[in-house]
């Protein structure tokens, strides 16, 4: 059988990280064929092409698909879903956004932020703030799937593929765009940097993140925050970690002031190495953290950063 | 302009949640249960569209099982003028699946024809991300998920979203799906004058036969596992016995 997966693409820039990871889940479940969707989609599908097991790659470049807009995209997916079993993608905000749309319209449930696959019909994904890993089979004839990002492996690089235009579906001018507002940053993007510092209530200020900040930068990391410190205007909402942020898994993260609510560890539990800095010993966050050190972050992140 | 707010009964989002030892499932018998907190959002937000006059009533709606009522009443008390609960479960451990609570609340779209219906991006339990946006197919509306802010006018909803990269601002065309993020507001509390006013406001019970929509699941659910379990490490005394330590482990 065969596999849709629809790429991460942002204004015409593939998110390599993401899509090869999707495609790395969606290989056991059958033949694999790329679908990059944008008003600029063209150099990113020539990307897509390169990327192991993928068969095949369609390129849907047009205007009605700038900063994809859920309406128009989620038509597009719909219009081309008859040959697939499986119509994927990886669990960004995009895709939360547009797949299930694509459910509904196919009348078939959807299954979010999947991570792993058991067979072609059953799959498991966390519940419960990830208290809980549910094991489902799926008795839809199609299935609409996101893949977390962080529990799988990204496919390396080959020789390219073929690349097919498709044309663009139908679809009601419903929405339309206004602005972005995105920070411009050097730092590696979070949900694929190999080390991550973050900064919770803890911080105290917008301005104190910047000794969280500067330890990020000396250790190549990207800057994360707890929904308290997003909360509370210290840090921008696309660094909140947790259950209804961004998941990570790194090789390291360095948790300061941050407690470890059920809701926060939802997000960055599966770290390879935790360090936690927090002046309360008895903080939850200490009992999932490798390296555990009672202290008032002011001092020891400074610190930190000079003896690293 | 009508608002409908879809609310979710859900484990407490403070409770610890414990995987039943056969595995069937998480044990929810007598354990806190409250309103979803998006969905709280939610609420919060259709109230004050009514109080900035831009909404004129504010219908929730809860489908599942018949204490789902409590969550209604909640509602009310914040501040709804009406609520419709479906019953659509007997057993607290039934989740009903996205897809056939969005085709109750299309069903109920068409008979209450809302301006706007505000939904928590995201129910605590399930965590599936799903409704809003199967409902906005379903009706054929358009969606703003993952609301920042919200401002309503001229038939038309202007939307700051909660993205990966920071936030994007759409303007969709009314009727639409709008989806709660944490930051849209804070949720007020219901003093105890409105808890007493809300028992006398309408509550009507309905059925998912009433809206002729079949509840079975998609998804048979296998089994629910404990998660990997994390086990704790060593608290190290001073931060050059961190770096040390981080050096050996070959991650600095
Ligand atoms: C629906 C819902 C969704 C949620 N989603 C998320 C989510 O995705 N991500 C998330 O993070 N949270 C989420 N939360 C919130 C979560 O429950 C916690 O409230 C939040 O994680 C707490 O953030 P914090 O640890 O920064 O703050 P706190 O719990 O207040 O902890 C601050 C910590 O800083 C320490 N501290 C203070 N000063 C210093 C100092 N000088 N030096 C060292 N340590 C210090 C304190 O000892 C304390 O442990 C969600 C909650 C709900 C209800």
Redo the contacts between chains.
């Keep these: 059988m065969a596999v849709l997966v629809v790429a991460e693409i ?1 204004d015409g820039a593939l998110s390599m990280d993401a899509t090869a990871k999707a495609v790395t889940a969606a290989r056991p479940l059958g033949d694999v064929t790329v679908l990059c969707i944008g008003s600029l989609a063209r150099a990113a599908a020539g990307e897509a092409a390169t990327i192991s097991g993928v068969a095949r790659v369609l390129c849907a470049e047009n205007a009605l698909y700038g ?1 994809r ?3 128009p995209v ?1 038509a597009l997916i719909v219009s081309l879903a008859g040959e697939y079993a499986h119509i994927v993608a990886p669990a ?3 895709a ?10 196919l ?7 999947v991570t792993a696959v058991v067979d072609a019909d ?1 799959f498991v ?16 004839e199609k299935k609409v799937i996101t893949f977390r990002t962080s529990t799988f492996e990204a496919a390396g690089t080959g020789d390219p593929v073929t690349i097919d235009d498709v044309a663009a579906a139908d679809a ?1 001018g ?10 411009e940053s050097d730092r590696p993007e979070l ?1 694929s940097a190999k ?1 991550v510092v973050s900064g919770g209530r803890g911080v105290g200020s917008e301005e104190n993140f910047a000794i969280i900040e500067a330890l990020a930068d000396k ?1 190549g990391a990207a800057v994360g925050a707890s ?1 308290a410190a ?2 509370s205007g210290f840090a ?3 660094w909140q970690v947790g ?2 942020g ?1 998941v990570v898994a790194p ?2 993260y360095v948790a300061c002031g941050i407690s470890g609510a ?2 926060h560890l939802a997000g960055m ?1 599966d770290s ?4 936690a800095i927090n002046k309360d ?1 008895e903080a939850p966050i ?10 008032d972050l002011f001092q ?1 992140v400074p ?2 950063t000079e ?2 | 302009m009508k608002v409908l707010v879809p609310v979710k009964r859900v ?1 407490d ?1 403070n409770v ?2 414990r ?1 039943k030892a056969d595995g069937s499932g ?1 044990d929810l018998a007598n354990v806190k249960m409250s309103m979803n907190p ?1 969905d709280e959002i939610a609420v919060e937000e259709a109230i004050r569209l009514k109080e900035a006059g831009k909404a004129s009533d504010v219908i929730v709606v809860s489908i599942g099982v018949k204490q789902a009522q409590e969550t209604l009443r909640t509602a009310l008390a914040m501040g709804a003028d009406r609520a419709i609960l479906v019953v659509a479960a007997d057993d607290v451990h039934t989740d009903i ?3 056939a609570v ?1 085709k109750i609340l299309a069903a109920i779209v068409k008979e209450e024809d809302p301006g706007l219906v505000i939904c928590g ?2 129910a ?15 009706t ?7 609301a ?1 802010t919200l401002a309503v006018e001229d038939g038309a909803a ?1 939307v ?14 009314l009727p ?1 799906i709008v989806t709660t ?3 849209l507001n804070e949720p007020r509390y219901a003093s105890l004058p409105n808890i007493m006013k809300a028992k006398k406001k309408p509550l009507d019970e309905k059925t998912a036969a009433d809206y002729g929509v079949d509840v079975s ?11 990997a379990a ?1 086990t ?5 005394e ?3 016995e ?2 040390s ?2 050096k050996d ?1 070959g ?2």
């Design positions: 942002t900063h807009l859920a309406e989620a960004t905000t995009d939360k956004n547009i797949l299930p749309r694509v459910a509904a319209l009348d078939v449930m959807v299954l979010t932020d059953t994904r966390p519940v419960y703030a990830g208290n809980a890993m549910q094991t489902v089979r799926s008795k839809d009601p419903l929405s339309e765009w206004l602005e972005d507002r995105v920070a949900t080390i250790l929904r997003v909360d921008p909402n696309d259950q209804t961004k090789d390291l059920i809701q539990k390879k190495i935790i360090v010993e200490f009992q999932v953290a490798d390296y555990g050190l009672v202290a020891a610190e930190l003896k690293l | 484990i989002y610890k949640v995987v998480v998006f699946e996205p897809l969005a991006k995201q605590i339990d399930n965590d599936l991300n799903a409704t809003g946006q199967m409902l906005a197919a379903l054929g509306f358009a969606q703003a998920t993952n920042n202007v700051a979203r909660e993205v990966d990269g920071g936030l994007q601002t759409i303007k969709v065309t639409a993020d944490l930051r699941p998609r998804l048979d659910i296998v089994s629910t596992a404990e998660p994390r704790a490490g060593i608290k190290v001073s931060v050059d961190l770096v330590k981080l482990a991650v600095v």
